[in-house]
């Protein structure tokens, strides 16, 4: 449901108040009872009710992902990570070692 920010022209009162979009504008006063209270136009602001994603994401303890701080040299390359390829590891040979090639 909106919530919409009223004014009194008359004495300066300012209210929130929480109405269904099909709900007629306040017209009176709640301070003075005149018939000068105006809504008016801010940033929209609403309140979410019931159950949904926003009652139970990011509930329980789970964290947000978190976020590859900048290389402090300012420059905007991605960081150095391992290679996807598979690790070859070199054994140790037993024997001699070849014999060079000479002509």
Sequence with gaps: ???????CESCGFAKDVLQKMSD????????C??????KQVTAAGFQLKGSGWYATDFKGGGSAPTSVPAPADGSTAAPATESAA????????TGAAPAASGS
């Design 33 to 38: 009872n005149k018939a000068s209270f105006k």
């Design 86 to 93: 598979p690790k070859v590891e070199a054994t140790p040979t």
């Design 24 to 31: 007629a504008p306040l017209d009176v006063c709640p301070a």
């Design 1 to 7: 449901m909106p919530i919409y920010a009223y004014k």
